[in-house]
């Protein structure tokens, strides 16, 4: 299978302040940028850059929009894993598939992102044909990423830490965890999104104990609720005009 074929073209530029990270996870994300912006003088130190990221939490918290941002933050290519294409019923296929693209993001010195990391890297289970299909998958992904460069970065996101095997997760040098948001942090979320929208439109009631995600979604719907409405109500002006003028005629 063509390599292209294994990448999500995805082109969308996000920037760190499109992120919304806790204090914690916002320190860690900085000083992973710093070690790669003076990653020649550590190493002459001896010190190794941190470039395999695992970010674990819950689903639309923003583990795909961190791993843009960090990304564009570095200006480098991200290549986002296809997991649909990737994983074939043959697991020698699946392999090389997932060679393929390490392959291409170590050549580009590339960010590369492996969302649900846990369908290729799941713990192995208890009946024997898994367990060896399994482990040579484990075992090609651990040396993949034992052999990837210092200059590339290793990007991978999960919602289900709990079920990736323990070998590969002691190959992340740094876990970021990600947690549903607070009612103060989405208020602030809603804010952002919906400063373009009229005034007049903003005084629906918002939700929480949601993920952004969510959010977003549940806001533009209803953002859009009111637009068709006035668009709805501008038609019904307009047949009214027509009909007027064709009654005057």
Do not use: W
Not at 6 to 18: Q, Y
Request: with cysteine; net charge negative.
């Amino acid at each position: 299978m063509n390599v292209y074929d294994l990448i999500i073209n995805d082109k969308e530029i996000v920037s760190l302040d499109d992120v919304f990270l806790n204090e914690y996870n916002h320190q860690h994300i900085l000083q992973l940028i710093k070690e790669y912006k003076y990653v020649d003088e550590l190493t002459k130190y001896g010190l190794p850059v941190n470039n395999k990221i695992l970010l674990q939490g819950h689903s639309g918290c923003g583990k795909t929009t961190t791993a843009k941002a960090i990304a564009n933050a570095l200006g480098k290519p991200i290549l986002i894993l296809n997991l649909s294409n990737i994983v074939c019923s043959r697991i020698g296929e699946t392999s090389q598939n997932i060679k393929q693209v390490f392959d291409k993001a170590a050549r580009e010195k590339a960010v590369l992102f492996l969302d649900e990391f846990d369908q290729i890297g799941k713990e192995r289970g208890s009946d024997d044909k898994d367990v060896g299909e399994m482990r040579r998958l484990v075992n090609t992904i651990i040396q993949l990423i034992d052999y990837y460069p210092a200059n590339a970065l290793l990007i991978a996101a999960t919602n289900h830490a709990e079920i990736i095997d323990f070998a590969l997760m002691r190959r992340f040098q740094l876990r970021i965890n990600f947690e549903m948001p607070t009612s103060e942090v989405l208020d602030t979320y809603y804010d952002k999104i919906l400063r373009p929208f009229p005034r007049e439109m903003l005084n629906f009631d918002r939700k929480y104990n949601i993920s952004f995600a969510e959010a977003k979604d549940y806001a533009f719907t209803k953002i859009k609720s009111l637009l068709i409405e006035q668009f709805e109500k501008l038609d019904q002006l307009d047949e009214l005009e027509k009909l007027e003028k064709s009654v005057e005629k």
